[in-house]
């Protein structure tokens, strides 16, 4: 008889194992994977730029550079944590003497995201004229370092609203009391499908560094220059009502900035407000484009002859009352590769510049997503 009971108990103790594994194996089975992955890239880009009779505005010049942007890190649950650098090598150089380290952590939920550490440009979603930004500008100085908080909505009617905030500490040493940043924004307000579209950009550049705004010749005297750029624009795409146009678009806006020095002898100097607005249009059929941007109003960049491009990040033509650029050009796009030949007219009231441009960059990210 206790051999029957233990035989029985052992038989039901085996059938409850056999219930509990298959109800375990159900849960495992019907449990969301969690999203935990490592991640890699390394970007490549290139780019050919080549300026000539551009004198008084701009010094002439050709710069051929590359650039490798490596990084790798893990995704998980909407989030991602980044480690790597960037390392551009320019013609005839034998070493990369421009480079850079990156690291970041960066969230994704809904319609919002953010980015925190030392992280590309190339993650902004704004449109920023080039009197903000030129391209090799950007090319050779390719990092956020703070933080950038966006909103980009998904649904395109009955409107799009993407916005944009940037806070930059792009340099400083705050052991000689030397801190330099900026703050960036953008804001875009689209209606059916960006027929109609508004908004506006801003940036906000504080530079207090006595060692560099020493050249304007004062002696130290300058410690402090402020900079405050704006654009306000209203726009129509009517690409969507000519399927055979890939772009067809135009934009008129105030492109306007304020600048003011502070020194140690004087205080405040008065801001200095330079009003200007610009028409754009823009066409492209079948990869070949015309963008034409036409500038008129106030010179801007008041202290460009003392501290020159490196520190106008903008284009050196918008210090012409009246300025005119026109770019053709072909580009060739694909789901990890975009190429774009540019030939660029500048016209101003003094002179007409020509530039030839060609820019190349391969998202390996994108790449590898096809291989693997």
């Given amino acids: 008889m206790r051999k029957t009971y233990f035989f029985l108990s052992c038989l039901l103790v085996q059938k409850l194992v056999a219930q509990t594994q298959l109800e375990s194996q159900e849960e495992i089975l019907n449990k969301p994977k969690k999203e935990i992955s490592f991640i890699y890239d390394a970007d490549f880009e290139f780019l050919f730029d080549n300026l000539e009779y551009s004198d008084p505005f701009w010094d002439t ?13 893990i995704s998980f649950f909407g989030q991602k944590l980044k480690f790597g650098g960037f390392f551009t090598l320019k013609m005839g150089e034998q070493y990369p003497k421009q480079w850079g380290l990156t ?27 080039l009197m903000f930004f030129r391209q090799d500008y950007e090319f050779l100085h390719p990092l956020i370092n703070g933080v950038m908080l966006q909103y980009d909505s998904k649904s395109n009617y009955p409107f ?10 792009y340099g400083g040493d705050l052991s000689k009391r030397i801190d330099e940043f900026l703050i960036q924004g953008f804001l875009k307000q689209s209606f059916l499908e960006q027929k109609i579209y508004w908004g506006g950009g801003l940036l906000l550049y504080h530079t207090k560094n006595d060692e560099f705004l020493n050249l304007d010749g004062h002696h130290f005297d300058t410690y402090l220059l402020d900079r405050f750029y704006y654009y306000a624009f209203i726009g129509s795409d009517l690409s969507s009502l ?11 806006g105030s492109l306007s900035s304020l600048e003011r020095k502070r020194r140690h002898s004087s205080g405040n100097d008065p801001f200095s407000h330079q009003v200007g607005w ?13 963008d034409n941007k036409l500038y008129w109003g106030d010179s801007q960049y008041k202290y460009f002859h003392q501290y020159g491009e490196e520190f106008y990040a903008g284009l050196p033509f918008y210090q012409s009352s009246l300025y005119n650029r026109t ?33 190349l960059v391969i998202d390996t990210a994108k790449l590898f997503s096809l291989l693997f």
């Fill in 61 to 73: 010049r050709t710069l051929i550079a590359a650039k490798l942007s490596p990084e790798i890190g």
């Fill in 103 to 129: 690291l970041s952590y960066n969230f994704e939920a809904k319609d919002f995201s953010g980015y925190f550490g030392i992280f590309s440009k190339k993650r902004r979603i704004g449109q920023y004229p």
């Fill in 160 to 169: 799009n609203l993407q916005a944009e905030f940037i806070f930059d500490w």
């Fill in 242 to 252: 000519v399927p055979e146009m890939k772009t067809l678009s135009f934009e008129l």
């Fill in 278 to 290: 610009q028409f754009e249009s823009k066409v492209a059929y079948k990869g070949f484009g015309i």
């Fill in 327 to 359: 770019e053709f050009y072909y580009e060739y796009q694909n789901r990890y590769l975009k190429a774009r030949a540019s030939f660029v007219l500048h016209a101003t009231q003094k002179k007409v510049a020509n530039q030839q441009m060609i820019s």
